[in-house]
């Protein structure tokens, strides 16, 4: 029913940005609140970046001034800028849509950090 694709992960080093995207597809009705996860093998997945249907956004204290989320409403896109990367931002990046009852998450988009 609803279809998500991350995309913009790769390899950068220390200090570098990177930009995601997830576009959605499928029965959305409307425009709905969108958010950004990231998890490495062993740990909690844990919430990035969050914004609203109206565009207010909440960020994870360790991203807090280096990382920004936006959406563009006629894409139906989100996007994660990701600047000042650190290699503990190393992890799977996930988007998450929620509508009604569900939530939806695409299949993630790996992101290195690294010298």
């Known amino acids: 029913q609803v279809q998500l694709v991350e995309s913009g992960g790769g390899l950068v080093q220390p200090g570098g940005s990177l930009r995601l995207s997830c576009a959605a597809s499928?029965?959305?009705?409307?425009?709905?609140?969108m958010s950004w996860y990231r998890q490495d093998p062993g740990k909690q997945r844990e919430l990035v970046a969050a914004i609203t249907s109206l565009g207010s956004t909440n960020y994870a204290d360790s991203v807090k001034g280096r990382f920004t989320i936006s959406r563009d409403n006629a894409k139906n896109t989100v996007y994660l800028q990701m600047n000042s990367l650190k290699p503990e931002d190393t992890a799977v990046y996930y988007c998450k849509m929620v509508r009604g009852k569900y939530d939806y998450w695409g299949q993630g988009t790996q992101v290195t950090i690294s010298s």
């Open positions: 499928g029965s959305i009705f409307g425009i709905l609140p």
